[in-house]
């Protein structure tokens, strides 16, 4: 065999390792546009979330994350553009449907029913309901299964909607605000319980939430959703990779080109300490700083709020607008 043909035949494997070891797209969005009367909620939008992964849903209030979630749920129609999870569109497609689940942040359940009653409801609903595991998490969220739903607080109701969709054993969660009402240890509880079905089943999971510290460490991907289209679309880990909080102060002030030809979101003085949001790499922003010799020059932690406040706040949204719960 020629060394030509070795080379092509190597790459020709490494390609298809790597088509292996890539997980396959579970949710494509392609071009989708949403209209409410005169009204464009969604413009042009792009996604996609791999199977097994957990997508956080990220944007400002009136973004369009609630009219994103219930169009890739199947609730509302594209009005232009595709939505298929699998490989198939999802609006009117029942068999498809009864893979998902999607718990929104408005609640619903009958009138009078008990745990039990809404149980039976989704047992006919969904072919893959696990009666078994619905009754071992029981004793999880501490409740009787006799219960009224409507006589339980808020946050309980919330954990029974939790309790109810992982029970139907799904391929898809569509979860929006599914931790708001909970207490701290509830929280984590669910959480843990979410991350063990993408560990052990490969579930996909896509959650919005306005508690980015939650979503922190527990999204693998996130998006960043504004007035109706994806602003950014990375994994966590790169995203943090990307901006940088610098802290530099000198001795002799450089020139105003230093900061200039830095791709700057925020700059601002605090006594003759320099705060610093920057996109690049480490090492280049620390390159741009050493030869002029600072006193002062760290490396500061980012959090996903701050990263979610200085991105907006690049595309023309104003920080003080933002509101987190």
């Keep these: 065999m020629t060394e030509q043909h070795i080379k092509t035949a190597t790459a020709v494997s490494t390609t298809h390792q790597e088509e292996e070891t890539t997980p396959p797209v579970m949710i494509q969005v392609a071009a989708l546009d949403k209209y409410f009367d005169n009204y464009q909620a969604l413009k042009s939008l792009d996604l996609q979330v791999k199977r097994g992964s ?17 169009t890739l749920a199947g609730i509302y129609r594209e009005d232009g553009g595709k939505v298929t999870v699998d490989g198939a ?9 009864q893979r998902m689940i999607f718990v929104p942040d408005a609640l619903y359940f009958f009138p009078g029913a008990s745990i039990d009653d809404m149980a039976r409801y989704y047992r006919e609903l969904y072919p893959h309901w696990n009666q078994q595991r619905y009754e071992a998490l029981a004793p999880f969220f501490h409740m009787e299964t006799h219960q009224k739903v409507h006589q339980l607080s808020k946050g309980m109701q919330r954990q029974v909607a939790c309790w109810l969709a992982l029970s139907t054993m799904p391929e898809v969660m569509i979860l929006d605000e599914p931790l708001d009402g909970l207490d701290t240890v509830m929280r984590q509880k669910v959480k843990n319980l979410l991350v063990q079905d993408v560990a052990d089943r490969q579930m996909t999971i896509l959650i919005s939430s306005h508690n980015l510290r939650e979503l922190e460490d527990f999204c693998d991907h996130v998006g960043i959703l504004h007035e109706g289209t994806i602003l950014l679309e990375k994994e966590v880990d ?3 990779q990307d901006i940088h909080k610098i802290q530099v102060a000198f001795r002799n002030p450089p020139p105003a080109q230093v900061f200039e030809n830095l791709n700057l979101l925020h700059h601002e ?3 003759s300490v320099n705060l610093i949001i920057a996109r690049g790499s480490r090492q280049t922003l620390l ?28 595309h023309g949204y104003a920080v003080d607008n933002i509101i987190f719960a």
């Design 269 to 271: 003085n605090r006594g």
């Design 287 to 314: 390159e741009a700083f050493q030869p002029h010799h600072p006193v002062i020059l760290d490396m500061l932690p980012l959090t996903l709020e701050e990263i979610f406040i200085y991105e907006m706040g690049d």
């Design 54 to 70: 957990v997508y956080g849903l990220l944007g400002s209030n009136g973004a369009g994350k609630t009219t994103l979630l219930k």
């Design 89 to 97: 569109p999802i609006f009117d497609n029942i068999s498809l449907k």
């Design 238 to 240: 790169e995203l943090k």
